[in-house]
């Protein structure tokens, strides 16, 4: 069946060389196993203790998911695989945290196999597999190879990959050793072995420090440039490092351990870290916040733990600052803590800086406070007290996980065990900053009247009495402790004694979704689990959101009501890896939602025989809460028989997902069984547990046929409603039809009457806009008449005649200088040099004419220098009268000319005014 599915890279991606080992890989991880363990004992011996347990016996020839799928390396020795299993479940019992050897961050997925990180990228894998048929896709599956990340210090059994939140870092987690890897930006195009710039995290603080060892890590949400990674150890210790700047120091270091314990400090009353988490962002101090849990089950938390340079919203700063001004300010209600409250939001407000790519968000640089640290509130008080499944030994019950819920309105904490419990609390008091101060030491080892016994403690006493508060809401059971747990009774000195343990071991993980705030998973050792909160949640919403508008009226019923009705939680198995306690084991090692938009919703299983599950999930289809909107008037036509509107006969709310079926985001409703590799084809052997595990099968199958068979009964009754409801819509158009023929059509045919008179007004009033532009055009920009037309032409032609008297002035006047040249010549030979001194006025003539006569014609001063000439060698002298009629003769015609430029210039200066240009 699943040879004809359709290639997906979702049921393609576990054939990927990326979960494989080849034969010398494989060799040499078993080799490195036994020398970490030490193990010595023969393969014969393992493998008759291997045979002699049910589920284990494997077939001759069989693949396992360590080999390269070459038959020659599945027959040369099945035990080689038990052993490896063998080794790699001791491996895993040696580790002191849930492990998460699989990431992925959008498109790109590492996964660490043995000391290896291996690298694919799935949209490649998309393109490669999807829309290219059954036959190109297992060609590219059998040809696609992997990349391994080549990262120096790596000589410790990794736990955990942790990338930041910008995909640039990636923490490698071991027991007692942290390794951040410099992801390169090219990795898609590098070379198969790609090799990573990595350091050492803290090396002092974490190597070889004995049972203090490494429980989780985290990247801090607001650090500015992803660079603040959180350590947590056994001891209490968190140390938050930057290490884009200093990866051997600390940063900073909060202790969540109680007084007089340290670090050295072990034994049978010490309480020992398990794991913590962030605050809700939807709460105002939730990013700043850290909540602690230990193995006991206590809560502890810390609040503001920041980084020296962090990035926050300025609508969240905004919102503190408000609520620490908005605090009383007399000295009786302020305390030591509310005075540290001010002191720093001042000097946070004063670090504030603009960031450089976003106007929503601020720099801030963490406010120094020298005499107080950040004080450790807790631990919660449970109220009421969990249930306890099974009456467990604390090695056997210890917490494991915490895990804070995107939830609105109300805050939920998640805590998990090994027993397979789980508790779901709310958030009663939502985080607030809080410090602790120093102790000042007294002047003299006696007391007086003005010493305080509070101040002594380093702060108030009620602030020191109140513990915050988690109520408990539900308590799930995964069923695990049914099947794994067992039961020995002893007897001594008359009493008998019951002792429960579990026969595994069991390291929950806690997993948010990333889309949706209201369903979260966890994998342990025996498989996977969902759990959808959803239907107590949206009561809890309705609840908060009528005490918002003011609806005190039963509301205290309304809360009492949700408490008493006790809604569950919808709780389901994903996948089971272990059936029975002698089952070989096969945990989950690696979990991750995938919620890029091109690979689509869905989750992605890693066990440790390296065998790949894919789940395909469901985005949930917004559907309008009509129920929400007001109704909409009614109408009716005036006159008619039908007095009121239409009436729908489906009920509200609009029917949509089944809960059964498809509301849990395509999530199965029975599991599936993934086995280590050759188990499945083993010889099954019937004994009681076996046939057990059967029973809860079978029981599990019917459960499932039982609600399909639910959904198609609702469904089918949905359907006869919807039915009803279109015959009745029917019925109902028919009726609108026949109003609309009776009544409205009668007036169509005068409508359209009316319709055409307005067309024709229409039409001669466009008409009427036509002849009043065009009147306008014509006042604004007239045309020329047959007169003006005549008068223009009349100017054309005075022009020409300006022109040519114009030309012929220049003629006149060229001639005059001449003349005025030879006459001063004249004159200049006739009287000799003292003739020369003449007026001002007839010398600025004389000059003038000089120059004009060097530009008149060749031929006219050719002949009258021939006769200047011709004149200087005078035979005779003229007499003085003749020379006085010649003269006087000469004036009146240099009279003549000036009268005539004159004129010229007057006709000149009339004429340019004269705009002859214009139309």
Same mark, same amino acid.
């Given at each position: 069946?699943?040879?004809?599915?359709?290639?997906?890279?979702?049921?393609?991606?576990?054939?990927?060389?990326?979960?494989?080992?080849?034969?010398?890989?494989?060799?040499?991880?078993?080799?490195?196993?036994?020398?970490?363990?030490?193990?010595?004992?023969?393969?014969?011996?393992?493998?008759?203790?291997?045979?002699?347990?049910?589920?284990?016996? *494997?077939?001759?020839?069989?693949?396992?998911?360590?080999?390269?799928?070459?038959?020659?390396?599945?027959?040369?020795?099945?035990?080689?695989?038990?052993?490896?299993?063998?080794?790699?479940?001791?491996?895993?019992?040696?580790?002191?945290?849930?492990?998460?050897?699989?990431?992925?961050?959008?498109?790109?997925?590492?996964?660490?196999?043995?000391?290896?990180?291996?690298?694919?990228?799935?949209?490649?894998?998309?393109?490669?597999?999807?829309?290219?048929?059954?036959?190109?896709?297992?060609?590219?599956?059998?040809?696609?190879?992997?990349?391994?990340?080549?990262?120096?210090?790596?000589?410790?059994?990794?736990?955990?990959?942790?990338?930041?939140?910008?995909?640039?870092?990636?923490?490698?987690?071991?027991?007692?050793?942290?390794?951040?890897?410099?992801?390169?930006?090219?990795?898609?195009?590098?070379?198969?072995?790609?090799?990573?710039?990595?350091?050492?995290?803290?090396?002092?603080?974490? #190597?070889?420090?004995?049972?203090?060892?490494?429980?989780?890590?985290?990247?801090?949400?607001?650090?500015?440039?992803?660079?603040?990674?959180?350590?947590?150890?056994?001891?209490?210790?968190?140390?938050?490092?930057?290490?884009?700047?200093?990866?051997?120091?600390?940063?900073?270091? &909060?202790?969540?351990?109680?007084?007089?314990?340290?670090?050295?400090?072990?034994?049978?009353?010490?309480?020992?870290?398990?794991?913590?988490? &962030?605050?809700?962002?939807?709460?105002?101090?939730?990013?700043?916040?850290?909540?602690?849990?230990?193995?006991?089950?206590?809560?502890?938390?810390?609040?503001?733990?920041?980084?020296?340079?962090?990035?926050?919203?300025?609508?969240?700063?905004?919102?503190?600052?408000?609520? #620490?001004?908005?605090?009383?300010?007399?000295?009786?209600?302020?305390?030591?803590?509310?005075?540290?409250?001010?002191?720093?939001?001042?000097?946070?407000?004063?670090?504030?800086?603009?960031?450089?790519?976003?106007?929503?968000?601020?720099?801030?640089?963490?406010?120094?406070?020298?005499?107080?640290?950040?004080?450790?509130?807790?631990?919660?008080?449970?109220?009421?007290?969990?249930?306890?499944?099974?009456?467990?030994?604390?090695?056997?019950?210890?917490?494991?996980? #915490?895990?804070?819920?995107?939830?609105?309105?109300?805050?939920?904490?998640?805590?998990?065990?090994?027993?397979?419990?789980?508790?779901?609390?709310?958030?009663?008091?939502?985080?607030?900053?809080?410090?602790?101060?120093?102790?000042?030491?007294?002047?003299?080892?006696?007391?007086?009247? /003005?010493?305080?016994?509070?101040?002594?403690?380093?702060?108030?006493?009620?602030?020191?009495?109140?513990?915050?508060?988690?109520?408990?809401?539900?308590?799930?059971?995964?069923?695990?402790?049914?099947? &794994?747990?067992?039961?020995?009774?002893?007897?001594?000195?008359?009493?008998?004694?019951?002792?429960?343990?579990?026969?595994?071991?069991?390291?929950?993980?806690?997993?948010?979704?990333?889309?949706?705030?209201?369903?979260?998973?966890?994998?342990?050792?025996?498989?996977?689990?969902?759990?959808?909160?959803?239907?107590?949640?949206?009561?809890?919403?309705?609840?908060?959101?009528?005490?918002?508008?003011?609806?005190?009226?039963?509301?205290?019923?309304?809360?009492?009501?949700?408490?008493?009705?006790?809604?569950?939680?919808?709780?389901?198995?994903?996948?089971?890896?272990?059936?029975?306690?002698?089952?070989?084991?096969?945990?989950?090692?690696? *979990?991750?939602?995938?919620?890029?938009?091109?690979?689509?919703?869905?989750?992605?299983?890693?066990?440790?025989?390296?065998?790949?599950?894919?789940?395909?999930?469901?985005?949930?289809?917004?559907?309008?809460?009509?129920?929400?909107?007001?109704?909409?008037?009614?109408?009716?036509?005036?006159?008619?028989?039908?007095?009121?509107?239409?009436?729908?006969?489906?009920?509200?709310?609009?029917?949509?997902?089944?809960?059964?079926?498809?509301?849990?985001?395509?999530?199965?409703?029975?599991?599936?069984?993934?086995?280590?590799?050759?188990?499945?084809?083993?010889?099954?052997?019937?004994?009681? $547990?076996?046939?057990?595990?059967?029973?809860?099968?079978?029981?599990?199958?019917?459960?499932?046929?039982?609600?399909?068979?639910?959904?198609?009964?609702?469904?089918?009754?949905?359907?006869?409603?919807?039915?009803?409801?279109?015959?009745?819509?029917?019925?109902?158009?028919?009726?609108?039809? $026949?109003?609309?023929?009776?009544?409205?059509?009668?007036?169509?045919?005068?409508?359209?009457?009316?319709?055409?008179?307005?067309?024709?007004?229409?039409?001669?009033?466009?008409?009427?806009?036509?002849?009043?532009?065009?009147?306008?055009?014509?006042?604004?920009?007239?045309?020329?008449?047959?007169?003006?037309?005549?008068?223009?032409?009349?100017?054309?032609?005075?022009?020409?005649?300006?022109?040519?008297?114009? /030309?012929?002035?220049?003629?006149?006047?060229?001639?005059?200088?001449?003349?005025?040249?030879?006459?001063?010549?004249?004159?200049?030979?006739?009287?000799?040099?003292?003739?020369?001194?003449?007026?001002?006025?007839?010398?600025?003539?004389?000059?003038?004419?000089?120059?004009?006569?060097?530009?008149?014609?060749?031929?006219?001063?050719?002949?009258?220098?021939?006769?200047?000439?011709?004149?200087?060698?005078?035979?005779?002298?003229?007499?003085?009268?003749?020379?006085?009629?010649?003269?006087?003769?000469?004036?009146?015609?240099?009279?003549?000319?000036?009268?005539?430029?004159?004129?010229?210039?007057?006709?000149?200066?009339?004429? $340019?005014?004269?705009?002859?240009?214009?139309?």
């Amino acid at each position: 069946m699943a040879s004809q599915q359709r290639p997906t890279w979702l049921n393609q991606l576990p054939a990927h060389s990326i979960f494989e080992l080849d034969e010398q890989e494989y060799l040499e991880w078993t080799r490195i196993n036994c020398n970490n363990n030490k193990a010595k004992a023969p393969v014969p011996k393992l493998l008759a203790k291997t045979n002699n347990t049910p589920f284990t016996s *494997f077939q001759p020839g069989g693949t396992s998911r360590f080999s390269t799928g070459q038959q020659s390396f599945g027959q040369q020795s099945f035990g080689q695989q038990s052993f490896g299993l063998e080794e790699l479940q001791e491996e895993y019992k040696q580790a002191n945290q849930g492990l998460s050897c699989m990431v992925v961050y959008h498109q790109d997925m590492y996964v660490a196999v043995g000391r290896q990180i291996r690298y694919t990228n799935l949209s490649d894998l998309k393109n490669g597999v999807e829309n290219s048929g059954r036959v190109i896709a297992t060609e590219y599956i059998e040809n696609k190879q992997h990349k391994v990340l080549k990262v120096d210090n790596i000589d410790f059994d990794i736990r955990r990959l942790i990338i930041n939140q910008d995909g640039k870092l990636l923490a490698i987690i071991g027991d007692e050793k942290v390794v951040v890897a410099v992801l390169p930006k090219a990795i898609r195009q590098n070379p198969k072995a790609v090799s990573c710039k990595s350091f050492v995290v803290g090396e002092y603080y974490h #190597i070889n420090k004995g049972p203090s060892k490494i429980v989780k890590a985290l990247w801090h949400p607001l650090s500015r440039g992803y660079t603040h990674l959180l350590v947590m150890t056994h001891d209490n210790i968190l140390r938050m490092y930057d290490v884009g700047e200093d990866f051997d120091e600390p940063e900073q270091a &909060f202790s969540f351990a109680g007084e007089g314990q340290t670090s050295n400090t072990y034994g049978l009353d010490v309480d020992l870290a398990a794991s913590f988490c &962030f605050g809700s962002k939807h709460s105002l101090w939730g990013p700043l916040a850290i909540y602690c849990l230990t193995q006991s089950g206590d809560v502890y938390m810390m609040c503001p733990i920041m980084p020296n340079c962090c990035v926050l919203k300025v609508s969240e700063l905004e919102s503190i600052r408000e609520q #620490i001004e908005g605090k009383p300010h007399h000295a009786r209600t302020l305390s030591k803590s509310g005075c540290m409250e001010r002191e720093w939001l001042a000097e946070l407000l004063e670090s504030v800086q603009p960031h450089p790519f976003s106007d929503e968000v601020v720099i801030v640089r963490n406010p120094r406070i020298t005499n107080a640290k950040v004080a450790r509130q807790g631990p919660f008080l449970y109220q009421p007290a969990p249930i306890e499944p099974m009456e467990l030994e604390d090695d056997d019950n210890r917490a494991y996980d #915490i895990l804070a819920l995107e939830t609105e309105p109300v805050g939920v904490l998640v805590l998990a065990y090994s027993s397979g419990k789980m508790d779901i609390c709310f958030i009663d008091d939502p985080p607030s900053a809080r410090w602790t101060f120093q102790r000042q030491p007294r002047k003299s080892s006696t007391y007086t009247l /003005e010493d305080d016994d509070s101040d002594d403690d380093g702060q108030e006493g009620h602030e020191e009495d109140y513990l915050p508060t988690l109520s408990v809401y539900e308590t799930i059971d995964l069923g695990i402790l049914k099947v &794994f747990g067992t039961t020995s009774s002893s007897r001594a000195a008359g009493y008998s004694m019951v002792e429960n343990r579990m026969s595994i071991p069991n390291h929950p993980v806690l997993v948010a979704d990333s889309i949706y705030s209201d369903i979260f998973y966890v994998y342990h050792d025996t498989g996977a689990h969902y759990v959808l909160i959803k239907p107590w949640l949206e009561e809890m919403a309705s609840i908060y959101a009528a005490s918002s508008q003011g609806a005190g009226a039963g509301l205290d019923d309304r809360i009492i009501k949700f408490y008493d009705a006790k809604i569950k939680s919808t709780v389901g198995c994903i996948v089971t890896t272990r059936l029975t306690r002698a089952s070989p084991p096969a945990p989950i090692v690696g *979990f991750s939602v995938v919620t890029d938009a091109y690979l689509e919703y869905s989750l992605l299983l890693l066990t440790a025989s390296l065998q790949l599950v894919g789940q395909e999930l469901m985005t949930r289809p917004k559907m309008m809460n009509v129920a929400a909107y007001p109704q909409l008037p009614q109408y009716s036509i005036p006159g008619s028989k039908v007095k009121e509107g239409y009436q729908c006969t489906l009920t509200l709310p609009a029917f949509g997902t089944q809960d059964g079926l498809v509301a849990l985001n395509g999530l199965p409703l029975q599991p599936k069984i993934v086995l280590p590799p050759g188990v499945g084809s083993a010889k099954i052997t019937v004994t009681e $547990e076996n046939l057990q595990f059967l029973n809860k099968m079978a029981r599990g199958v019917r459960e499932s046929l039982r609600e399909v068979y639910t959904a198609c009964d609702v469904a089918q009754q949905r359907l006869v409603a919807q039915e009803d409801e279109y015959t009745h819509q029917q019925q109902e158009v028919a009726m609108v039809h $026949e109003r609309i023929k009776s009544t409205i059509q009668k007036k169509m045919q005068t409508q359209v009457d009316r319709q055409e008179a307005q067309s024709e007004l229409h039409k001669k009033l466009m008409a009427r806009v036509d002849e009043l532009l065009r009147k306008l055009t014509e006042t604004r920009g007239p045309e020329l008449n047959s007169a003006e037309k005549a008068w223009a032409i009349d100017v054309i032609k005075s022009e020409r005649v300006v022109k040519a008297f114009d /030309e012929r002035r220049h003629r006149v006047q060229t001639q005059y200088e001449i003349l005025k040249r030879r006459m001063l010549e004249m004159q200049s030979f006739f009287h000799g040099p003292q003739q020369h001194e003449m007026s001002g006025a007839a010398e600025t003539k004389r000059q003038s004419s000089r120059a004009l006569m060097e530009t008149s014609e060749r031929g006219s001063l050719e002949s009258g220098r021939q006769s200047i000439v011709y004149q200087r060698q005078p035979t005779r002298r003229y007499g003085t009268s003749q020379l006085q009629a010649v003269e006087s003769a000469l004036s009146v015609e240099a009279q003549l000319l000036d009268t005539t430029m004159k004129m010229l210039s007057n006709v000149t200066s009339r004429l $340019e005014v004269v705009d002859i240009s214009k139309d």
